[in-house]
């Protein structure tokens, strides 16, 4: 249930960035550590986005894999819950990434100013929200 206050913030750093234009999608990276499930992530985004610049956006999330270090210098991506090192089975190891949560770009209408009769363009802005 904690996918409702993260799409809370994911919207909170939208709206934030897009300056009062109409969002059109939202382009988020969460980590595959975050025990985040990207589905519920968009099902929540959706339901608070009403009656707000994001109201009808796509938020598209995105999975970073887990990457892991150990102590013996070794990195691999993780597929599976096993944090031992593959190459020395050594249980000192380090998570490089996978535990991130970040607004990457937020997708907003604007109205071409030579174009008076409401055409629209998009445009991509980078944003990052806090965990």
């Not at 270090?69 to 190891?93: I, Q, S, T, Y």
Request: aromatic share 4%; net charge negative.
């Amino acid at each position: 249930m904690h996918e409702l206050s993260l799409s809370r913030s994911i919207l909170d750093a939208a709206v934030a960035h897009a300056d009062g234009r109409s969002v059109v999608a939202v382009d988020v990276t969460v980590g595959a550590l975050r025990q985040v499930v990207p589905n519920s992530l968009s099902f929540y985004f959706e339901i608070v986005s009403h009656g707000t610049i994001c109201e009808g956006a796509q938020l598209r999330a995105h999975v970073a894999p887990a990457r892991m270090r150990c102590a013996c210098g070794h990195e691999w991506e993780l597929h599976e819950p096993a944090f031992r090192c593959p190459r020395c089975a050594g249980g000192e190891v380090t998570v490089l990434s996978g535990e991130e949560l970040t607004v990457d770009s937020i997708e907003v209408e604007e109205t071409d100013g030579e174009n008076p009769g409401g055409q629209y363009e998009t445009k991509e802005e980078p944003c990052t929200a806090a965990r």
